[in-house]
């Protein structure tokens, strides 16, 4: 290939925080002859790494633990994001956004046809974005993304169970995972912790600890521990921990001023 032919070459980014799911993306797109892969990593990299390489399409995952898509995107920008294709193993809230929103989207485990079909679409766009074509969607995810949950849907076996924000008495971290603890009963959701304090209303949510968010009308007592910890007790007599460092925004929040301590 000559080198005008090299230079049309599309770069593709992917990020993912599974080794192995990278390396399945880079396999199907090193089979097509107009994309060049620029590079892959986390999403704790992803940032620095797009600035680096100047992807025209971003492969990315939804859900990653210490950076998610979204997050990401936000640290990007809209107006400099590249071309996203978003990967997820399976999150109601984002397919949703994205089909409202004509976004494309692949799901985990990825199948080659849908692969293909998504990449087919994201080459049209980078090509219109090289020609000075804005694409908007993009911006109108995010800005959806960004307003505050008032439900949510947790998948079991059997059914979809709605756990309504409000019912929600505090939010335990497990891992990927978040567990809505409402009512006296637990549901496990696929979203991290982090992500979930970004769509919660911090008017009623505040995560206390890196492990737990709670709702601040479900506080009842406060009790002072060590080297300026606290626990805080709820209304079901649930105990969990308040950070020190998160206590002076938490009296703020709770009191309408700061813990002058």
Known sequence: MDRAGVSDRLRALV????PLARQ?????LEGDPEIVVSGGCSGADAEAEAARTRPDILFLDVQMPEVDGF????????????VVVFVTAYDQYALRAFEVHAIDYLLKPIDETRFRQALARAKTQAR????GEVDRRLGALLADHARHARRFLVR???KTV????GQIDWIEAADYYATLHAGGKAHLLRETLTELAR????????RVHRSAIVNLERVVEIHPLFRGDSELVLRDGTRVRLSRTCRREFHRRFVGHADPR
């Open 128 to 131: 219109a974005r090289r020609g």
């Open 71 to 82: 997050e990401l995107l936000g640290r990007i920008g809209v107006e400099k994001a590249p």
């Open 162 to 165: 709605v756990v309504d924000a």
């Open 199 to 206: 769509r919660l209303d911090p008017a009623r949510f505040f």
């Open 15 to 18: 990020v993912d925080d599974e």
């Open 156 to 158: 079991t076996r059997e």
């Open 24 to 28: 399945l993306v880079r396999v199907l």
